[in-house]
C-alpha cells in the first residue's frame, strides 16, 4: 500500500463547477499537508498549505484535512477553464528537512 | 510566495557528457533543497536532498556517482549529471524550504540527452 494514495482521474467538469479532490494517507505521523498544482511541462505551484487538521479558505480555494481518519480534500469553486492541471497533494512529518510524500497527482480539465 | 529559480530550463547534451543545473532560492536562504526527477504523466520521484555544506542523501536506487549534487551555499545548490545517456532524458525539478515546512518548486529543467 502506498504512503499517499490520490485518485489519478481524469477528472473532467464544466466551468463554474465545484471540483473536489482528495487523498487518504496512512502514516499519522504526517502533521503537515500541502497542494500543489502543476501545469503541463512546468514545475509545481504550492496552492495551500495545511497544518494538522481543519479547513484553510484562499479565495476560491479551501483546504481541509481530517487526521482522524486520514483524509485531505481540496475544493475548487467556481472553476475556470485555467484551473486546468495536475493537482498534487504531499504532506510530511514536519521540519525543513522532511521530504514530501507526494500523490499521484489528478489530472483536471475545466470545460469552457 | 518565495521564488525558487533554475537554469537551464532547456538543455540538448552530446552522449557521454556532463551538464550542470542550477537551482537558486532567489529572496531566502534554504539549507536543504531537494531534486526530483519527473517522468511523463508521472508524479515526481524524489532523487536526493541537498543539505548546506554537507554531502548530499541520495533515495535507494540513484546512483550517487552520476548524479552529482553540491550545496556550496544557502542559496544555490547544483546536479551535474555525468556521462550522460539518451535514458537520463527527463524533467528535473528542485525544491527548497522555506521557514520550516512551506516548500516551493523550481519551474523545472528538460533535459534531452543525443
Known amino acids: 500500500q502506498k504512503e499517499v494514495e490520490q485518485d489519478p482521474g481524469p477528472l473532467s467538469v464544466p466551468e463554474g463547477a465545484i471540483v473536489s479532490l482528495n487523498c487518504t494517507y496512512s502514516?499519522?505521523?504526517?502533521?503537515?499537508f500541502m497542494w500543489y498544482r502543476q501545469y503541463s511541462r512546468k514545475g509545481p505551484e504550492l496552492l495551500m498549505y495545511?497544518?494538522?487538521?481543519g479547513n484553510k479558505e484562499d479565495g476560491r480555494f479551501t483546504a481541509q484535512v481530517d487526521k482522524s481518519s486520514k483524509y485531505i480534500s481540496l475544493f475548487i469553486r467556481d472553476s475556470q477553464p485555467s484551473d486546468s492541471a495536475t493537482y498534487l497533494c504531499?504532506?510530511?512529518?514536519?521540519?525543513?528537512?522532511?521530504?514530501?510524500?507526494f500523490g499521484t497527482g489528478t489530472l483536471l480539465a475545466v470545460q469552457p | 510566495g518565495a521564488v525558487v529559480s533554475q537554469h537551464p530550463s532547456r538543455v540538448i547534451c552530446k552522449s557521454g557528457t556532463s551538464v550542470k543545473i542550477e537551482c537558486r532560492s532567489l529572496?531566502?536562504?534554504?539549507?536543504?533543497m531537494f531534486w526530483y526527477r519527473q517522468f511523463p504523466k508521472q508524479s515526481l520521484m524524489l532523487m536526493a536532498t541537498?543539505?548546506?555544506?554537507?554531502?548530499?542523501?541520495?533515495e535507494q536506487g540513484v546512483e550517487k556517482d552520476k548524479f552529482l549534487i553540491n550545496h556550496a551555499s544557502l542559496t544555490l545548490s547544483t546536479l551535474t549529471v555525468t556521462s550522460a545517456h539518451p535514458e537520463d532524458s527527463s524533467f528535473y525539478i528542485c525544491?527548497?524550504?522555506?521557514?520550516?515546512?512551506?516548500?516551493?518548486f523550481g519551474e523545472g529543467s528538460w533535459l534531452t540527452v543525443v
Open positions: 525544491s527548497a524550504s522555506h521557514f520550516g515546512n512551506t516548500i516551493y
Open positions: 502514516n499519522s505521523a504526517f502533521q503537515y
Open positions: 495545511t497544518y494538522s487538521s
Open positions: 504531499a504532506m510530511n512529518n514536519g521540519g525543513a528537512t522532511n521530504k514530501l510524500i
Open positions: 529572496d531566502f536562504q534554504a539549507t536543504t
Open positions: 541537498s543539505n548546506e555544506g554537507s554531502k548530499a542523501t541520495y
